[in-house]
Structures are given as C-alpha cells and as structure tokens.
C-alpha cells in the first residue's frame, strides 16, 4: 500500500509536491466531513437535557451548510491537484520517452520490441494515468479514514480507542496477506494471459492450415482449453482472496461490534452520556467504509505497478551513441578492420577485414546465418564491434553518432515501412526541402510514377495504415523513390528485395539501379547471378570471410562459391513436372 | 438492462449466476441493515424505565457482530457468483469467435481481418471483463444497498426518509450536468486519443525509418502536438467536470443537513421517538456511498454495449454454407463459366475450364490478373457468385467442407506451423500416421536433413509460428505434411517465390514430389518453372485470354511473349546493370 503510494510519487515526479499537498487537504476534509456528526451530537446533548429549542433547527442547518461548503472547497482542491496531474504527468511522460526513442539503438526498433513498446505508451501508461489517481485518492482517503477513527474515539474516551486501534492494527495485518495473495496470482495470471494470447494468435494465423487439414476438432479444443484454463485461473483468483478479503472486512465488523459494545457499557455504568452513544453510532457504522474499500483496489495496483515497471525498464535502454560526435565525411569507403563480434553467447563474426571502395560494389555471400547480414548492419551502428574498427570514409563509427552516420547511409531491406500520410509525402521524408518536380523525378526513376498517377488522388494519395493501399511491390517502389530523394553515398542493399513481389520484380529491380548508380554498394546477395558485376565479393561461412574475389575469379577458384553457383544454376532451370526434378 | 442481458446469456448454462449473485447480495445487504435496527433497539431499550442487564447488551453487540459477519460473508459469495457468471461469460464469448471462425468462410475472415479478429479475442474482450468482472458486480451490490436501505428508511419514518432523499434528488442535478457535458466531449476526447495512439505507433514503427532519413526532430515534433492534444483535451474535460464531481460527492454524502432540522423540528413536535429519530439518521447516512459508487458505474453501461457490438459485429458475419454430399470418385476440377467478385466489380469474368486428373496447369497473368483468387476458388476460399467448381463433377459447395479439404492440398509461401514438435506438425497432415511415415514424408521433402540437426530432432518444438526456423525450412515442413496427406488436388500459390532463396534447391526438390500424379494447380510467377507445364491458362483482367502449352502460346499470344520476355530479363539482371540493357 505505501510502496504503491512511493510508485506514484516517484512517477509522478516534478509533481509529487502537489499530490502531497493533496493528501494534506484530504486529511482536513476527512475532519470536516465529521462535522455534521458533531452537531447531532450537540443537539442529543441538548434533547438528554431537556434545552432543545426552535432555533436549534435553523443553527443545526447552518453549521452543516457551512461544512458542507467548506468540504466543497477543500473537496474541489483536492479532485484538481490529483486528477490534474496525472494528465499531466501522462503527457509529460510520454514526450520524454519519445525524446528518448530518437537516440536508441537503431537495433532496439525490432518487431517485437515495436509491440511492447508501443504497448507500454499507450496501454501502461494510460492505465496509470487513468487509474492512477484513483486509486491513489482510494489508498489516501482509506488511510485517512482510519487515522481519524482512531483519533475521534480518542477524543471521546480511551477504551473505544483502544478497541478502533486494536481493530485497525489487524485490519492492516489482513490487508497484507490479501495483497500477498494478489503478489502471488500476479505473474500466473500474466502468464496465463500470455498463453491465451498465444492460442489466439496460433488459432487465427492458422485458420487456413487448421481448415486446410480438417484440424477443426483438435484446434478448437487447443483454443477452447486455453479460453477455460484462462477462465479458470480468473475465477481462481478472485476465490483466493475471498477468504483473505472476508478476513479483513471481518476485523472492522469486530472493532464496530467493540466500539458500540463499549459505549453501552459505559452507559449503563454511567460513564457516558448518552447523546455521545448516540453520536458514536453515527460515526461508528461510516467511517470505515474508506478503509474497507482498500481492499478493492490491491488487483488494480498491482497491474499499474507492474506497468510502471516495464515504463522505467524502457528509460533504462542503454544509448548507444552516447559518447559518438557529429561528424561530417569528406571520403565513402567503408572498411572493417579485424572485426570480432557475437550477441549473446556465439560469436557472429570472426576477424573480419575488408575494403569497400568509394563508388565500387561489394557483395555478401553466404548461407542463411552466416553473419553476411550483421556486417551489413555493423556498418550503420545497429550494434558495436567487440574487437577491430568499423571505420567510413577513414572515422571509426563509434566515435560518430548514429544520426551523424545515418545522414551518409541509405538502407533497402524487405522490411519496408510507409507511413500513414500521402504518397508525396512519405517519398519528401528523404528530402524534406524537395520540390514537387524533385519527387516527381524520383518516382519516375523508381519506377513508381505510372502506378502513382494511376491512383485516385496521384501523388496526394494517402498510404493507408502502414502502407497497406499498396501492393508489396508498390510499397517498395516508393520506399526506394525515398531513398533516390535522399542520395546518401553509401548503400546497403538487401538483393531479396527485389523478389518480393514477383508480379513486379522487373520495376523493382529496375528501380534498384536507378539507387545504386554511383554509390559505395554493399549487397546482401542471394541469387548470385546478380551479383557478376561486383567489384568483389566475399564469402562468408559461420561469421569468416572465406573466399574474396570478383565473380570470375571465384568461380575459377573452385571452392565454396563455385559450389554455390552451381546450385544456383541448377536451380534456376528448374521446371515443375509430373516425372519428377530434372 | 436489455444488453446486459443479452451479453450475460453468453454464459449459457451459467446464466443462473446471475439470480443467485442477485439473491446473495440482498441477503448480504439485508443483513447490513439490521445492525441498524439493534442500535435503535438498544436506545430505546435504555430510554425504557426498565434499565437493560449487561448480558442483554452483550447479546445486542453479539448480534450486531454476528450480521456484520454474515454480511461479509453472503457479500463475498455474492461477488463470488457475480465474477464466476463474468468469466464464463467472457469465455463464452471468446468460445464463440473460435466457433464462428470456424463457420466463416476464409475469404470473409481474411476481409474481416485477422487484426480484427485478434482485438476483439485480446483487447475488445478484455476491456469487457474490467467491466463485466468488477464493476457489474460491485455495480448490483451498490444498487441494491441503495434500493433496501431507502425502502427500510421508509418503513422507518416516511417523513425522515424524504427528509433523507432531498440531498439524493439534489445531488442528481451535478450528475446530470457531468454526463450532458461528457456525452458532449466523448467524440472530440476519444479523437483525440486514438489520434494519439496512432500516432505512437506510427513514431515507434516507423523509428527505424525515421533514423535513416535523419527525421527525428519533425516526427516527434508531431508526435509532441498528438500527446499534447490528447493532454489539452483530457485536462479541458476534467476541469468542466471537476465542478460537477465535487459538487455530488459532498451533496449525496450530505443526509444530514436535511435530516437533522427535520428530525429537530418533528422531535420538538413530539411526532417522533428519540429511537426512531437515531435509526433514520443511521439509514440516512448508509446511503450516500453506495449513490455516489452507482454514479461511476452508469456510464460503464454504454461502454459495455459499445465494446459487445463490436465483437458481435463479428457475429453477424455470414457463415459459409455447407454441402452434405460424400467424396467425389474423381479428381478433375472443372470452372464452369465461373464469375466472382469481393465487392462490386468482378474478378474472375465468366471462366470455363477442365483440368484433368494427373495433369499440371498452370495460371499465369500479370498481377491483379485474378491467378491467385481463381485458384483459391477450388478449395471455396470464397464461393463463386456464378457458375460452378467441380470436383469429379460435384459442384464443391455441396461437399460437406471436411471430405472438400480432405481432398484437397494447398501448399503457399506463408503456411502456417503450430507451436508443438517437428513430428507432430507434419503428423497433422494425416493424424493416423506412422513415425515411419513422418520420417519418410521428412525425407521426401528434403526435411530430413535439417530435422536430424535439431536439439531433439523430431521431437523439437518450433516455436511461435515455427520461429526456431528459417523460412525455407518452414516451408519444407509444410511440403512434408502435406506429401504425408497425400490430397489428390494440390494447389501450389506462389510457393515457387521462395522465402529461402539460398536453399531453393532444395524445396523444388520437395514441390516435384509432391505433385507426382495429381491433379495440380500452380500460381506461377517464374514462368520458367511452368514450361514443362501440361496447360498454361493465360489471365487478363479476370478473363482466360489464352490457353495452351508453352511453345503454342510464346506463338500466338503477344502478352504471353511479353511476361516470358520480362521475366527473362529478371532472371538476367545484374545489380548495377543498365536498365535499357
């Protein structure tokens, strides 16, 4: 409970003066919202001696409305300082961790690190902010409550005190075994929920095949377990903190039963009168309420704690250019120098060394996992080298920041992402000075202008969410316009690109050249024919150069390109047909 | 009410939850009250001339325990009845979607939208149970407190208990203004939100992008003005209903300042009993909470139909038709002046075709030609809006849909794998298979290899969507599943475009095995893969233009020529090449 208050105060930062002081004036309107309890206890004070008179009526209105309005003001405060700042909060937040995301590692924007990202913004972050404060007010109004229970029956005599501390006291030893039941069930019911979410995604990303293989009956049962275990756990749950919730609900049936038991006592010996019996019944069956809705919420805060969690995680993601300049090249060679590098525990990359000259074509070779695509992505920082230098145009990457090194670089992956604005504007994201006549040009040497002026609205056409309007083949297209617009003089090409929509694989390749043109080219190759006019090639296998030369040179060599090549030739005359391969 | 109902019933046999969670938190209030009553008892007791005992007093206090107790406990199996009715209704719900995918068919699942259909599994359903689950319950305790108490307060002392309404009816008048003012805003704030989800997941995807082109600074600036709006607007709400909140809060908590004068004004006047005055006081003030909780649950009902029409939006979705007639005896498939269209305008115009037992055919076409959507129409991906499909002359729409996909085998470059062992994914495609038969359909399809490598070889798990695995070992996989299925019909769509070209080889040595004496079907972008093809069925804007064996339409069709010339100069082409070469 106090931990959690700790987690929004230090959430809520620059902010924290303002919930403190909101705490403060919650405090007082708790006070004067006994107010109207105190006049009725004046005035059974006056009906037990007999002096209760006509104009009691009007100052018992009075004194309340005075309350009432007091309560109003202090009430309105305490909702403005809350709920105010965690719109606050919120927004601030979310601009810092969008200030943050432009300097982290290029490698960190994964597929499924978008997922989570995005998830924590919008999802944990509105959860916090939505809830938050709520429940805040929640644990401070309950805490509250309770300081001032004990506090009134001390005011009205030691021994009901006693029993409200005692009552109190155990309630707070209660509240703690519920929320170590809700600690406990938290991460089985987050895996549960990741489970489920799993069947789902299996269920419907395989609706075909599961259609396809007549597997209705068996997928259906994989989901509809995973829907009931996921049920099941839910109901679980909410039955485990049954007993601990009755438990601690039942410590203040107790201290209402002592608290009036007490009282009546002392009446009949005489101790007390009875307009203060009276007027702690009245305040006796209330002023709990609070503190018992306290136990409500633990579930909600432990779901927004675990949020906060994976939040601050994300402001902890190392920078990686944190010591890198800005820096401007004069020369494009790209030279990796006895470079050693491995992510997790295999190495991924072994001592490797070679020279892109400014302006030449150097390709990567090599079977699937063979490290050709880390050397690409070395070369743009996505990662650092553990050992050797990644060096463009004679400067070490490392000691340049990755926007600095991006400015220089133009990458066409498979992956391509649009966004959602008009076509004109997703190709002016390469230049964003060019002129229409500029992006025109660029659509037309990338192939793209003819579709683009066939679309309903031409260049102001919007790119649906993500791009998805388009074809593969179109998105690619304009991915490369972007590119063509931006003119870096290094290029990184992945040669599958072109294969991704083969309908369109002539426009795409076609648009490649046009990219390519003059630039220092490093490709990731797959279908070696491609790759002839290379000023070299190297081979790659398990993380080393292997072989290094020019096409032809390499196929007189005999080794392992050679082999490649041939396999590559067999396959491309390859024919579908009854009698078998050829 | 009425949609509350509607959404409960998803429960199906668990429905009744609802009238004893219902009769559990009546009985529980109930029980909230009487504590109520002994107080008042006890007062009059000690106004009585007869002074209580001790014991009497102890008995009062025992009660009192005994009904809080009680309370407690009927409220926690009230709440307990009320959350087990919220998950089987949540999973009722959930059991539907999975049941009504099944019944839909693929065409309309893919228009519907697997997102679509992912959100409202996750997302939509999960919103629902902070809902259903919490607040429904919690809802109906509040209610029916409010409800008991203000009919005991009558029973009490009806004068008392207007007495006690009036901050109650006061207090309906700021509750009003708060929900006029927030069905007002609601569009422009929920604008304003989704405006700025959008664009955090545009800024967060579209980083990489960003970085390339060195955009930082004008993306976030519109990812800045997004949060900022979506904070303006969030704050401009609170502030007009802050007025509103405070004013009900402190009015409906306010029994007292009606009561007291009252109770004041009818003791004077000797019309009521000091007992009776405290009892109503008591009832009085257990009313406020329980009206101030029911405020914050009202809104959660439109929100709760908001979110059930989505997902039953899927609901209405039609379901495919399905046929009763057994297996054909033959495997020719036959388009029979076939016309098909998504929408309004028509992809697939009037086709006639037969394609004969144990033969290859091939559909070829620009993009946009219809190949893929004509081939799809074989296996009723969508059904034909004219014409027929036959299967050994029955039209497929009256072969009831498992013998349909029992007969037919559709191999893509995306196929699906499900996250259990090597074995067990490639025993789907025949669920009585041997383990010799696994490894030999392995084997065939050039699996065997990679297969034995593995950590637990056959016994490996795959992963999430077979991740442990390259893209053309996945699909190898899908090839060996289905050779072991062994479908007389097999439909190959664009699974010659391969997602590993470094190891092609090897899955075109799998496709050859699998299409040996069948009747085949192949989308075919690489037109030379499909020379040897026994017809090639030329498309143009949904049409079969031409149709014939390789030679015969390199001869006669001019846009066949086209597609052979433009798809040699792919295969030629050199990175860095000029592109009029």
């Keep these: ?51 209760l008179a006509e104009p009691d009526i009007a100052m018992a209105f009075l004194v309340i409305l005075a309350s009432l309005v007091l309560r109003w003001v202090l009430r309105y405060a305490f909702v403005r300082l809350q709920s105010d700042g965690a719109a606050r909060v919120g927004g601030r ?46 644990v401070i109004t309950g805490l509250v409550s309770l300081f001032i229970a004990c506090a009134f029956m001390l005011w009205v005599d030691w021994r009901t005190a006693l029993a409200s501390v005692i009552g109190c006291v155990l309630a707070m030893l209660a509240l703690q075994a519920v929320e170590k039941v809700t600690k406990r069930h938290a991460p089985v019911r987050q895996e549960e929920a990741a489970r489920l979410t799993g069947a789902v995604l299996e269920y419907t990303e395989g609706i075909s095949v599961i259609k396809a293989l007549n597997m209705a009956g068996a997928a259906a049962k994989r989901i509809s377990t995973a829907i009931d275990d996921n049920r099941r756990r839910a109901i679980d749950f909410e039955q485990g903190m049954l007993r601990p919730i009755n438990r601690y609900l039942d410590c203040y049936a107790l ?129 650092d080298a553990q050992e ?159 072989e290094r030369g020019t096409h032809d040179d390499l196929v007189a060599l005999c080794g392992a390109y050679r082999k490649l090549w041939e396999r590559r030739q067999k396959a491309k005359s390859w024919r579908i047909a009854h009698k078998g391969s050829v | 009410m009425k949609d509350f109902m509607r959404i409960v019933s998803y429960a199906d046999d668990k429905k009744p939850l609802l009238a004893q969670a219902v009769a559990l938190l009546t009985l529980s209030v109930l029980f909230s009250v009487v504590p109520f009553f002994l107080v008042g008892t006890v007062l009059s007791g000690f106004l009585d001339t007869k002074a209580p005992e001790l014991w009497w007093l102890l008995c009062m206090a025992g009660g009192m325990l005994a009904c809080l107790m009680l309370k407690n406990f009927l409220e926690g199996a009230g709440l307990d009845a009320s959350h087990r009715l919220a998950y089987h ?19 309309d699942i893919q228009a519907y939208g697997k997102e679509a259909v992912k959100k409202n599994f996750c997302e939509n359903i999960e919103e629902m149970e902070l809902i259903l689950a919490h607040a429904i319950p919690e809802g ?93 607007e969030t704050l401009a709400w609170y502030k007009a209903a802050f007025i509103h909140m405070t004013s009900y809060n402190v009015v ?73 007639k057994p297996k054909p005896q033959s495997h020719d498939v036959a388009f029979d002046n076939v016309t098909f269209a998504y929408h309004d305008s028509d992809v697939i115009k009037n086709i006639s075709l037969v394609l004969p037992e144990n033969s290859i055919t091939a559909l070829v076409g620009e993009s946009g030609a219809g190949k893929s959507t004509l081939a799809k129409l074989i296996m009723r991906y969508w059904d034909v809006r004219e014409g027929a499909v036959k299967i050994g002359g029955i039209d497929v729409r009256e072969i009831a849909p498992a013998t349909l996909m029992g007969t037919i085998s559709y191999v893509s470059q995306d196929d699906f794998l499900f996250d259990v062992s090597v074995k067990e994914n490639i025993r789907y495609g025949k669920p009585t298979a041997t383990d010799a038969e696994i490894v030999a359909a392995a084997t065939a399809a050039q699996c065997d290899g990679f297969i034995q490598k593995m950590d637990n070889g056959y016994d490996t798990v795959v992963g999430v969507s077979g991740e442990k695995l390259s893209g053309g070992q996945r699909q190898r996989l899908c090839i060996a599943r289905a050779l ?37 079907v192949i989308v075919a972008h690489r037109l030379s893969t499909i020379v040897d093809a026994d017809n090639i069925v030329l498309l143009e804007g949904g049409r079969a233009v031409a149709l014939g064996r390789h030679e015969e339409l390199l001869a006669r069709s001019p846009l066949y020529q086209r597609l052979w010339q433009a798809h040699r100069e792919s295969m030629d082409w050199d990175i860095g090449g000029d592109n009029n070469a």
């Design chain 1, 93 to 138: 937040e979310r601009i810092r961790i969008g200030d943050l995301f432009k300097r982290f590692p290029m490698s960190y924007f994964t597929e499924g690190n978008i997922g989570n990202v995005t998830s924590v913004i919008t999802g944990d972050l509105s959860f916090a902010e939505d809830y938050g404060m709520t429940k805040l007010e929640d």
């Design chain 1, 255 to 383: 201290t209402i039963a002592a608290v009036l038991f007490l009282s009546f006592w002392q009446y009949f010996n005489g101790e007390m009168s009875l307009a203060v019996v009276v007027m702690v019944a009245l305040f006796v069956f209330r002023v709990y309420a609070p503190a018992m809705g306290l136990v409500s919420g633990t579930a909600m805060m432990r779901i927004m704690e675990a949020g906060l969690d994976r939040y601050e995680r994300l402001r902890q993601v190392p920078i990686i250019d944190a010591d890198g300049k800005n820096k401007t090249l004069e020369s494009f060679d790209v030279v990796f120098d006895d470079v050693t590098f491995s992510y997790g525990d295999s190495e991924t990359l072994k001592q490797v060394s070679f020279t892109a000259k400014e302006r030449s074509m150097t390709a990567l070779v090599g079977a699937s996992g063979s490290g050709k695509t880390t050397i690409a992505n070395l070369i743009v920082r996505f990662w």
């Design chain 2, 252 to 324: 409906l908590t306010a029994a007292l300042l009606v009561m007291l004068p009252v109770g004041i004004g009818l003791y004077l006047g000797g019309a009521i009993a000091l007992d009776t005055l405290v009892l109503s006081l008591l009832l009085g003030m257990a009313m406020g909470v329980p009206a101030i909780r029911l405020i914050s649950f009202v809104p959660l009902f439109p929100q709760l139909k908001y979110k059930a029409s989505k997902i039953e939006g899927m609901f209405a979705q039609p379901d495919m038709p399905q046929g009763n």
């Design chain 2, 484 to 520: 072991l299925k062994d479908a007389p019909v097999v439909i190959l769509d664009e699974a010659t475009s391969f997602a590993d070209p470094e190891n092609e080889d090897k899955i075109q040595e799998a496709l050859s095995r699998i299409v040996a004496g069948k009747t085949v």
């Design chain 1, 388 to 546: 050797g230098s990644v060096k463009v145009g004679g400067v070490d990457v490392r000691e340049m920041t990755c926007d600095s090194l991006l400015r220089y670089t133009s990458m066409v992956f498979q992956h391509v992402y649009l966004f959602n604005d008009t076509i004109e504007n997703n190709i002016r994201f390469g230049s964003p000075d060019a002129t229409h006549e500029e992006i025109v040009d660029a659509a037309q040497k990338a192939r793209c202008h003819n579709f683009i002026e066939a679309l309903p609205d031409g260049y102001q056409t919007m790119v649906g969410e993500g791009g998805s309007t388009l074809s593969g083949g179109e998105k690619q297209r304009v991915s490369i316009a972007r590119a063509i617009l931006k003119d870096a003089p290094i290029v990184l090409l992945d040669e599958a690109t072109a294969s991704v929509d083969p309908d369109n694989e002539r426009h795409i390749q076609a648009a490649i050249n046009e990219l390519v043109r003059d630039k220092t080219l490093i490709v990731i190759a797959h279908r070696l024919s491609t790759i002839r006019r290379a000023d070299q090639i190297l081979v790659v296998d398990e993380g080393r150069i292997v």
């Design chain 1, 1 to 51: 409970m106090l931990k959690f208050i700790a987690r929004i105060l230090r959430f809520a930062g620059a902010d924290a003066g303002k919930l403190k002081l909101s705490a403060l004036i919650s405090f007082f309107e708790g006070l004067v919202q006994n107010v109207p309890i105190i006049v009725a206890w004046l005035i059974f004070v006056k009906i037990t001696d007999q002096t």
């Design chain 2, 89 to 107: 209704t949540l999973a009722g719900m959930r059991r539907r979607i999975a049941d009504k995918m099944l019944k839909m068919s693929l065409g």
């Design chain 2, 140 to 232: 109906i305790a509040n209610l029916l407190t409010f409800v008991i108490v203000m009919v005991a307060m009558f029973f009490v002392d009806w004068r008392m208990a207007l007495a006690g309404m009036a901050p109650i009816a006061l207090g309906l008048v700021p509750t009003a203004l708060m929900m006029i003012d927030g069905f007002k805003r609601m569009g422009s704030w929920y604008a304003a939100s989704e405006a700025m989800n959008k664009r955090i997941i545009e800024y967060v995807s579209g980083m990489e992008v960003i970085k390339v082109f060195g955009q930082q600074d004008r993306s976030f600036r519109k990812y800045r003005e997004a949060v900022e709006r979506y904070r303006d």
